[in-house]
């Protein structure tokens, strides 16, 4: 990595005492011995003309454009430089002179060319080179072991310099410097910066070092980019642990090759403590494969933020980091950009996602997993001639189809499954017209807030209409545990639209650790389940009907996104298979409850919310219930498809779950 830093620096010009003009032919005349508190000698400064310059004690004063050598080192400057020395004969604080030749100089055993204009001032010990605009740094050659443990601050008046490679860094401040082993850097540590196409939010001020070789490195001591303009490609690492800079790319990036306006991507490095994880270092590496979806993969730590789909690592119940998707999008308005990512521990070699799987996202709104040997959606999507190469296939389905619009389905339509007890369900009053999901749990949301006031709750605005939806049924369940519960503080509410909602009892003795020991093998490292049954176990590990709270919550928000056309919610299919392990887990450890009206109550529930959730996600996701049932059998075991067929019969197990 020797010279990586150099690549811009061409503005680093001139340390102090060592430049060194190519042009060694000009007449000199001696005057370090009439400069007064140093230590100089008579040769060790000479200037062409002596008439185009005033001595002032330990200073020379330029009153025209002339020549200047110091100990060698020769400096074309225009009239009103100055030259500020110490006691032992260096330049000092007060120095201030203005290029008035562009040439090739040797700075501090740094060769590069300076530009007319450029002014170089010494200010509390540093080097300052303020570049003319316009300026462009080319790239620098260290030349000897003068050049170690050299450090300048470069600046622009218009806060834009250009480097050799073509990007434009647009802030306050860049450093470069060369260490002890003539290893040279170039960094900048602005709160607010951005370069071509990426912006950069660095609020803890950290150093972020800039490279050219589009490589992973352990040179750098924080964060890093580096970039290969030629080949696509660019590198956000943080070599040391906790949360690095976030990088947002722009539509005018190189990477993202067709990004719009409505396109959201941030992309961060490492981790700090949380709840989920212990800090980290990490690195991302992303290439342009010369269409619209980049290869990216991630070492360590990171998080991406793709247009409200967030993509992260954390540690599952068992201590092992893995990657987790949070359980919905909170878009803002914002849409996600096709990209596919393969995740790997910090060696390099250990995959934190199965053995053989990358994630991708696809359409505008949707995660998922695939071989990596696969061809996904996303890659198929790029390669077609589409003006909206976004758009996801074309899939009919009657947006009228029951529990899939407006509304909840009507429980009275529900076929009543083998064994049960008939559902109870409970009424909040009806509107006096139809509501839209959204505007229905505002109203009841707001309704039931009034008739409890002392109860201080959220009022589950996210700013985006889906996550309001999901956050406002949450918000609506916990009104309803505390309104129209037993009292006991084993109740758990669950609302269905319409004003409708089912309360159940809590089972004693069930826990969420037990529900996730009948969770099948290849759910276990899906971000949900980390998230709801390893995570969300500190709080609700007694109350294990949290995953119907989650279940309906995710359901609502499908059937709000439905309405729109499609597309926004995650985790559905996954809380059908949660929702079965939960009914395993009862069945298991608390047969009494199993056996009362309470287990009788909870099956006819949760048959009901199966029933519910694959219409709501066959209209989220534009496709048939059929297909849907097809997804979520494939996630399942032959324990769960044993237990449904247990509960509620073959017959109604295979009209209504496929199998």
Known sequence: MKNRGIIFLVILLLFVNTVIAADTNIPAINIGGEIKNTNLNPGDIKVNDKTNIEIKINKVVFKKDGTINIKGNEYYVKAGSEFVFDTKGKLSD????????????????????IIENTKITIEKGEVVINLP???????PEITSDEAKETKFKIKSLENKIVLSSGYSFNGKTLVFEVDKDKKSFLYFNDKNSDIDGLKVDNQNEKRIDIDFSGKQSKDFKENYISIDNEKAKIVIGKNSDGAGAKFEFTKDNNFFKNMKDNHKIIIQAGKDDDSRDKKGSGVVEIQNRGNDVPSIKTYGDFKIDNGGLNFETGLNFDGRKEVMIPRIAYKNGKE????????????????????????????INQWESVPTSSKSLAIEEAYKKDPNPYKRPSVSYNTQTPGVVGT?????????????????????????????????????????ARQRPDLVLDNYETGEAEGTVHEATHGINSYLRNIKGSGTGRDNAFYLFNGDYVILQEPNGVTLTDVSRFVPQNLKYDGSYN????????????????????????????????????????????????????????????????????????????????TRAANAEAGNRRTSVENVRTAVNSMLNDDLRNFARRTYGEEWTRQNLGF
């Open 531 to 610: 998230l709801y049954l390893v995570q969300q176990a500190r709080s609700w590990n007694n109350e294990p009907l949290y995953v119907l709270d989650e279940m309906t919550a995710y359901v609502n928000g499908a059937i709000y996104s439905a309405s729109k056309g499609g597309g926004n919610t995650v985790n559905v299919k996954e809380f059908m298979v949660y929702s079965l392990a939960l009914g395993r887990a009862i069945e298991t450890k608390n047969s009494g409850y199993w056996q009362s009206n309470n287990g009788a109550q909870f099956r006819e529930f949760l048959g009901y919310s199966l």
């Open 336 to 363: 996600s950009y096709p990209m596919e990512i393969e995740s790997f521990d910090i060696d390099g070699k250990t995959r934190l996602m199965n053995s053989d799987t990358k994630i991708s996202v696809y359409g």
């Open 94 to 113: 007060g120095t201030n002179f203005i290029i008035s030749k562009s040439d090739k100089y040797v700075l501090n055993g740094v060769k590069f060319s």
């Open 408 to 448: 909840a389905p009507p429980i009275k339509g529900f076929e009543t499954p083998p064994n049960s007890g008939k559902l109870q369900v409970g009424s909040l009053g009806k509107p006096s017209t139809q509501l839209d999901s959204l505007s229905d749990v505002r109203r009841y949301r707001d309704m039931l």
């Open 133 to 139: 605009n316009g300026a462009k740094l080319e790239t």
